[in-house]
């Protein structure tokens, strides 16, 4: 049995998903827009506890492969944080590494 597995229908970049499934328009607008506002608080969100990693490696005068050891991960993963590369970071993961350094996470909702 062959499985058939050429792409149907690509949605183009910036067009709204939301309006291509079948939303009506100015309630694919909303979802649009509160999606995105999640991506970002998300990413913004990564991108703190990724300042925080980068200036305790920095304040201690770490080697990517010191703070690697130190943190757990391997040496590439320390470069990705270093350079911000938050869409290869899930939040636990990012908690989990401040918390290994003893920079334990608190979340202030407000």
Request: net charge positive; no cysteine.
């Amino acid at each position: 049995m062959k499985t058939d597995t050429a792409i149907q229908h690509v949605t183009k970049p910036g067009a709204n998903i939301f309006l291509e499934l079948g939303f009506p328009a100015a309630e694919a607008k909303r979802l649009k827009a509160a999606s995105q506002k999640q991506i970002n608080d998300t990413r913004l969100l990564k991108q703190q506890l990724m300042e925080e990693l980068s200036s305790w490696i920095e304040a201690h005068h770490l080697k990517q492969a010191e703070a690697a050891e130190i943190l757990m991960v391997s040496r590439p993963r320390v470069s990705d944080v270093v350079n911000r590369k938050t869409a290869k970071f899930t939040i636990d993961t990012l908690v989990e590494m401040l918390s290994r350094i003893g920079k334990p996470v608190k979340l202030i909702v407000g």
